[in-house]
């Protein structure tokens, strides 16, 4: 009798990759086991694309005790993330100094979302899915899904490093 398939909620965060924004190289999120992950869709024509310079300073405060923020470019909302891979890294780096890992541009919703996001938002529930630029899925160091924040939390704010220093 064959092995039933799992279940999108046995699934963990390793079970899912992306591809690296620069070098097209494969970027597992189980080569982050044992981290704690905050995953964000990310755009450089938003009013909340300021948010890269908290991400940015969020990442150094906590990189060392096991936090890895992931950036995640997508066109989905407003079209506000047009430029190619290139564009998006000159950006991130020369505005906001971002060092932080970021894929590929993606869709992260919606029919066509990638697989992480429609796992995340099968565990989080009704809602949890990103509904425009800046939306954060918090992943523990086991690799579960724990929490998303929409695009008007701060990645400074309180409710936010709360939430991660519960998991660090």
């Known amino acids: ?17 992306f591809t690296a924004l620069m070098g097209e190289e494969p970027m597992p999120l189980s080569a982050y086991r044992g981290k704690v992950l905050l995953v964000v869709n990310t755009a450089s024509k938003c009013g909340f694309t300021g948010q890269y310079e908290g991400l940015e300073k969020l990442y150094k405060k906590y990189k060392d005790k096991g936090l890895v923020i992931i950036g995640v470019p997508s066109n989905d909302f407003g079209a506000q993330e047009p430029g190619s891979a290139e564009e998006i890294v000159q950006f991130c780096k020369l505005n906001y100094g971002v060092t932080f890992p970021m894929t590929s541009k993606q869709v992260v919703s919606g029919d066509g979302a990638h697989p992480f996001y429609a796992w995340a938002n099968d565990v989080l529930g009704f809602g949890s899915a990103p509904k425009w630029n800046f939306h954060k899925i918090l992943i523990s ?20 490093t709360a939430a991660i220093e519960k998991l660090l």
């Open 141 to 160: 160091r086991d690799g579960k899904a724990v929490d998303y924040f929409n695009s008007t939390t701060s990645p400074e704010s309180e409710s936010l």
């Open 1 to 17: 009798m064959p092995h039933a398939q799992a279940k999108e909620s046995d699934k963990t965060a390793y079970d899912f990759s």
